[in-house]
């Protein structure tokens, strides 16, 4: 049987996300350190664990509400109001999902037809692109660059609008940057789009990992944008839950109630056991939220000072838990300082071009790893500069 003329051709064109290529190449290799994979390092805190036994024992497990349980759905939109100051009905206008990426995907699914066109600044997280392409859509890239602190500017965003441009994808703070936009950016991008039919997919889902003097803002919060936004959030960074895979998005309530009746007929709910443990998450773990974002922080300055003192240049990212130093200096492609690196002494980092053509002659590396693993793998990149000069 010929499968390739059975697979669906935008499912068969889609590429493999470049951040499993490294990983998977770094798990086959003994003594290998990994600088590849967005995880927190930290366990999921004790209490939100012990809310999840609980349900367990207490034999919660059915489904539940399509779009969520109606108390996590109010405690989200009660965290939501109380650290980003935006107001949501938490019965019409928020919907608990599989993890921040099943938010993504019923967004653009929800809002983007054959044709239409979605602009996505780029170097970016690697899904936004292929489930464009999929619903039929047309992605259109807008290069970020390192001298804007990879944020994106209103006359970036101008350029690429057309009478095609239903969706913008506002992905702050960044994957794999760690750029972020302050008030004063998203009130110049907002006025680009307030006198348009464009929608925002804000994906906030570091928008507790912020290191800068100001708190995160959500585009959403500014006046005439509640009514053109869907924010996207979860639990994985944050209160690290990855394994739990819950998320959620809110905005207004048509579009809400369009993404749910998606999510109803391709997914059913979110896991019953995770929602319990949210609901305690959202309402009792702001202690360790802040805790694991002072740690990050820690990382990140000791990161970048060691990045830029070895000579692979890095501007300081303001959120995440990622940096992106430039290794034009070597005169390698990223592609091939990755692998050079992984081959000659084990560590793996992963290419900016996974990210976006943009992203080459970048890296995207991860310090959601402890200091003595970031310490040892700094030690071996600093050796492999070294050969490479020689």
């Given at each position: 049987?010929?499968y390739s003329?059975?697979?669906?051709p935008a499912a068969q064109?889609?590429?493999?996300?470049?951040?499993?290529?490294?990983?998977?190449?770094?798990?086959?290799?003994?003594?290998?350190?990994?600088?590849?994979?967005g995880?927190?390092?930290?366990?999921?805190?004790w209490?939100?664990?012990?809310?999840a036994?609980k349900?367990?024992?207490a034999?919660?497990?059915?489904y539940?509400?399509?779009a969520?349980?109606?108390?996590?759905r109010?405690?989200?939109?009660?965290?939501?109001?109380?650290?980003?100051?935006?107001?949501y009905?938490?019965?019409?206008?928020?919907?608990?999902?599989v993890?921040?990426?099943?938010?993504i995907d019923?967004?653009?699914?929800?809002l983007?037809?054959?044709?239409?066109?979605?602009i996505?600044?780029e170097p970016?997280f690697v899904c936004y692109?292929?489930i464009?392409?999929?619903?039929?859509?047309v992605?259109?890239?807008?290069?970020?660059?390192?001298?804007?602190?990879?944020?994106?500017t209103?006359?970036?965003?101008?350029?690429?609008i057309?009478?095609?441009?239903?969706?913008?994808?506002?992905?702050?703070?960044?994957?794999p940057?760690?750029?972020?936009m302050?008030r004063e950016?998203?009130?110049?991008?907002?006025?680009?789009?307030?006198?348009?039919n464009?929608?925002?997919?804000?994906d906030?889902?570091?928008a507790?990992?912020n290191?800068?003097?100001?708190?995160h803002?959500?585009?959403?919060?500014l006046?005439?944008?509640?009514?053109?936004t869907?924010?996207?959030?979860?639990?994985s960074?944050a209160?690290?839950?990855?394994?739990w895979?819950m998320g959620y998005a809110?905005?207004?309530?048509?579009?809400?109630?369009v993404?749910?009746?998606?999510?109803q007929?391709?997914?059913?709910?979110?896991?019953?056991?995770?929602?319990?443990a949210?609901?305690?998450?959202?309402?009792?773990?702001?202690e360790?939220?802040?805790?694991?974002r002072?740690?990050y922080?820690?990382?990140?300055r000791?990161?970048?000072?060691r990045?830029?003192?070895?000579?692979?240049?890095c501007?300081e990212?303001?959120g995440?838990?990622y940096?992106?130093?430039s290794i034009?200096?070597?005169?390698?492609t990223?592609?091939?300082?990755?692998?050079?690196?992984?081959y000659?002494k084990?560590?793996a980092?992963?290419?900016?071009?996974?990210?976006?053509?943009?992203?080459?002659g970048?890296?995207r590396?991860?310090?959601?790893?402890?200091?003595k693993?970031?310490?040892?793998?700094?030690?071996?990149?600093?050796a492999?500069?070294?050969?490479?000069?020689?």
């Open positions: 049987m010929d003329k059975l697979i669906s064109a889609m590429r493999p996300s470049g951040i499993r290529k490294f990983f998977d190449l770094a798990a086959e290799m003994k003594d290998c350190i990994s600088l590849g994979v995880e927190p390092d930290f366990k999921t805190p209490r939100i664990r012990d809310a036994i349900s367990l024992q034999g919660r497990t059915t539940t509400a399509n969520g349980m109606k108390e996590l109010i405690e989200i939109a009660n965290y939501m109001k109380r650290r980003f100051g935006l107001e009905d938490a019965l019409g206008e928020v919907l608990v999902t993890g921040g990426s099943e938010a019923l967004c653009i699914r929800s983007v037809a054959p044709g239409d066109e979605v996505i600044p970016c692109q292929p464009t392409t999929l619903t039929g859509g992605p259109v890239p807008v290069a970020l660059r390192a001298e804007d602190e990879f944020r994106l209103p006359e970036a965003l101008k350029a690429a057309t009478p095609r441009t239903k969706l913008l994808i506002l992905p702050f703070p960044s994957n940057t760690g750029a972020v302050e950016d998203l009130e110049a991008i907002a006025e680009v789009l307030r006198d348009t464009i929608i925002v997919l804000s906030e889902i570091y507790e990992l290191y800068g003097a100001n708190r803002v959500s585009i959403a919060s006046p005439g944008m509640w009514e053109r869907v924010v996207v959030n979860g639990f960074k209160f690290a839950m990855t394994g895979r809110c905005g207004p309530k048509p579009l809400i109630q993404m749910t009746k998606l999510h007929n391709c997914i059913m709910c979110a896991p019953t056991i995770s929602q319990y949210a609901i305690v998450a959202m309402r009792e773990c702001d360790e939220i802040e805790e694991m002072q740690e922080d820690m990382r990140r000791f990161l970048v000072r990045l830029n003192e070895m000579g692979l240049h501007f990212p303001k995440a838990f940096v992106f130093p034009q200096s070597t005169g390698m990223s592609e091939e300082f990755c692998e050079k690196l992984l000659a084990q560590v980092v992963v290419p900016g071009t996974a990210f976006g053509d943009c992203g080459e970048f890296v590396i991860s310090y959601a790893y402890s200091v693993h970031l310490e040892q793998a700094l030690e071996r990149i600093g492999f500069l070294k050969e490479c000069q020689s």
